[in-house]
């Protein structure tokens, strides 16, 4: 499948892209002395983001396994949340990564560390009245740092993505990941 032929990509799709294992595993190796406690995943699908914390509480919601994160009501504390969320919701422009952060945003806090697999329209593709950059600038944290990622990261699927850090102080300010299995 490519993103940039839109005959190819009329019809179905995949409604969860899992995170690369090795994705996952360079997210922990650069968090992993952070000593988090608890930690969020909103959208944790098999788990993968988290697998690699161990001594920690985590918060996991999955909607196919019946808890669905945006209709939790609850303050949760969590110093840390890492989320690869839906990146569409289907209806709008209104990125389900946006949907996301604000209800993490509104349930723990704007200060928790935040690590945020997202497409890259999330960040760059705004006009000078939009609302999600006003949000930037004004509402959700500052950006710690940013993993730019290969097009094709995820099995199947060809689409400009990054991971986004929030609150996140003791490291660089731009990484270009690194695949273990690649040349």
């Known amino acids: 499948m490519s993103v940039y032929n839109n005959a190819e990509n009329k019809g ?6 899992p995170t690369p294992i090795w994705v996952c595993d360079y997210i922990y190796n650069l968090i ?4 988090y406690k608890n930690i ?3 959208c944790c699908g098999d788990e993968r983001l988290t697998k ?6 985590i918060f996991n919601y999955e909607i196919k396994k019946g808890k669905d994160f945006l209709k939790e009501e609850n ?3 969590c110093d840390l949340c ?12 209104q990125l389900a990564v946006e949907v996301f952060l604000d209800k993490v945003i509104e349930l723990c806090g ?3 560390a935040i690590i945020m697999i997202c497409p890259m329209g999330f960040r760059l593709n705004q006009r000078i009245k939009s609302k999600r950059l006003n949000k930037h600038k004004y509402i959700y944290p500052q950006i710690s740092s940013i993993i730019s ?4 990261t995820f099995q199947d699927t060809l689409y400009h993505s990054e991971i986004v850090i929030y609150n996140i102080n003791n490291i660089k300010p731009h990484y270009f990941i690194e695949c273990p299995e690649c040349p």
């Open 40 to 42: 969020l995943d909103p």
């Open 149 to 152: 990622l290969p097009v094709d």
């Open 75 to 77: 303050k949760i504390d």
């Open 12 to 17: 179905e799709k995949r409604s969860d892209t």
């Open 110 to 112: 704007n200060d928790i």
């Open 52 to 57: 690699n914390f161990k001594n920690v509480n």
């Open 32 to 35: 992993k002395n952070n000593n």
């Open 82 to 93: 890492i989320m690869n969320p839906p990146f569409n919701i289907g209806k709008g422009r």
